[in-house]
């Protein structure tokens, strides 16, 4: 044993710590395989054995010899992590400002990290050998349209890094544009003799079986998987490292999936790039939109962001060129056009239990006709608040600032925000009065409506309340798509992605509030959600047997002008629009944000904290606005305060970031706070 041949390891380990940890290593035969950087490894840390990542290794420490200890095993078993995953786990540690092992560690299945191996062992036996050329089946792949062809050449040009924004509208063929890329560049690559992956990214972990269908019946060689939270530990390990191993041709899943390690990656999409959900919102404050653009550029190689609305930064970014739009203009199914988009005006017209009667009329007309409609109403729950008329007492959260929302079925008063739970008063609890009354409506009020109004129609609900078992949300599309459903009733959870072939009518009950909003993003998010639920209907090819599909949206607001571009179906005005007001209002994408949150069980205590870390350092170039309360002030009993920063350059809110949030952490304080970079719920 020469302690010439040790070393010193530089370990990533799950801590709060933003530190890096030395251990040596120590070779107890010539036989010793050493290790490498990439390895998981185990190490005695205090007490404890856990598993970290080397990220390093170093002939000599800094630290004194006798403080350094020795690491326990190296899993050799696995193969290192890519030099680019851990550059990629670095640049999101760095750029949200959370240490590296509380990244590189948790995106891991937990047996990866489990100081017992036998999971991981048994897991990695289990991995397929690369699936074997088995002849592809034919299913009927469509000749592509012009716009569409378009697309696939540019994405497919040999020409290493370009992100593509695919502007297509609903049903204008996307998917197929993804598949026929993902298809062409993983067989160039086999041709030459290389191993090639490509990561696919959807929104909504709903739209994952349905996605992966379609993936698997036009891939039936390749080894398709996916990565979600709803996996269980067994199939997220198995999953991952299909990935790691580089079998899995085809890596599908939600966010989270952003952090795979895939060897081979060669091609990347992100379908309905805009959707809020790439945002992680809890720990590592990532998006996955945006760590996956890094992904590419570092490996260079292409990537597609696809959306009918993107995001006001895609946009933007495609407007001055610095991405490469690609635009699908027409629907591409045959004879399938973007439905008529109308609008009821609730100022003239009285509505009866919340539906107006032409509606009605439109939904009794494709109940004749055995067609299938959709009602969304972004609300659940049976009414929005309890109110007395006697003496104006409303069902408040004891807890939070929110209402104590009515389910009627469950017979409970139930806040969103907390956990609180009531059973429904059968009196006032300050006056005594017996008649209490709902006050709005959610799904249930209407679906209960639905059923008096059409007692032979099979009407079905679909949110999260009815959704609560796993499986069961899949296990209600699955219906709809069989054609056993007449109306369908829900929440955001069925304006996203399906395709559902019978469906000619959609209504839209109550979108107002989001026009009204603090949040100077709730325009866009809106109009996003509108135009993909409306894109729910007509998508099949039309041979004349189905009625003209149309859109129906109930409001007061007929003038506004995002309604008045909805109906021509333009989101291009809709967006210039709106990144006029933003430039002018030196909103994102025009200035960069960061957003400090801090929690207490007092406000003041808050508000002295955020004010205290706005005084902390000098900070050119860099405005800190007045410590607020948020919005929804109290959930859960707890006082919520936020500091927004702002700044005209990324790189400069970034070198402040540096320097500002170590010093944070070494404030004395027992409140919770969190840093988010560019927040998109302020
Ligand atoms: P998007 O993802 O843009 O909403 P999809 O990819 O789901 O749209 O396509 C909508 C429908 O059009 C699907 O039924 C799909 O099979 C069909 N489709 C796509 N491309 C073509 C094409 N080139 N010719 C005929 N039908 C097509
Ligand atoms: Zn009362
Ligand atoms: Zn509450």
Known sequence: MSPLNSRILKMALDTPLAIEFDYRWQPTSTE????????????????????????????SSDYAPEKIRDITAIRHQLPPLSAHWIALSRFAADYYQRPLGEVVLPCLPKNLRAVKSTALDSALKKINAPASSKASTDSVT???????????????????????????VTGSGKTEVYLRSAEKILEREKQQGRRAQVLILVPEINLTPQLENSVRARFPSLNVVSLHSQLSEGERTRSWLSAHLGNASIVLGTRLAVLASMPDLKLIVVDE????????QEGLRYSARDLAIWRARDLDIPIVLGSATPSMESWHHAESHRYRKLVLAQRAAAKAVLPAISLIDMERIKATEGLAPPLIAALRERLARGEQSLLFLNRRGYAPV??????????????????????????????HHCSLELRIPSSCPTCGNVDLQPLGRGTQRIEEYLHTLFPEARVLRIDADSTRKKGSAQAAFETVHRGEVDILLGTQMVAKGHDFQRL???????????????????????????????????????????????????TRYAQHPLYRALLRHDFPGFASTTLEERRSAGLPPFVFQALLRAESKTLDKALEFLQKARELLPHPGIVINDPVPMTMTRVAGIERAQLLLESNGRAVLQNFLKVWVPELRKQPTRLRWTLEVDPIDI
């Open 32 to 59: 010793d395989q050493p290790p490498s950087v990439g390895q998981l490894a185990q190490v005695p840390f205090g007490r404890r054995e856990v598993v970290g990542l080397i990220i390093a290794i170093q002939e």
């Open 142 to 168: 469509p000749i592509l349209n012009q716009d569409q062809q378009a697309a696939f050449d540019a994405i497919t040009a040999e020409g290493g890094y370009s992100t593509h924004l695919l502007f297509g």
């Open 273 to 280: 790039e805009h959707d809020p959900s790439y945002k992680q």
């Open 386 to 415: 309890v109110h007395c008329e006697a003496c104006g007492w409303i069902s408040n959260c004891q807890r939070c600032t929110a209402f104590m929302v009515l389910h009627k079925p469950e017979r409970r008063l139930r806040c």
């Open 504 to 554: 000619t009518l959609v209504g839209v009950i109550n979108p107002d509030t989001a026009l009204f909003s603090h949040d100077y993003r709730a325009g866009e998010r809106l109009f996003a959600q509108l135009m993909q639920v409306a894109g729910r209907a007509g998508r099949a090819a039309n041979t004349g047997e189905l009625s003209q599909s149309e859109v129906m949206i109930q």
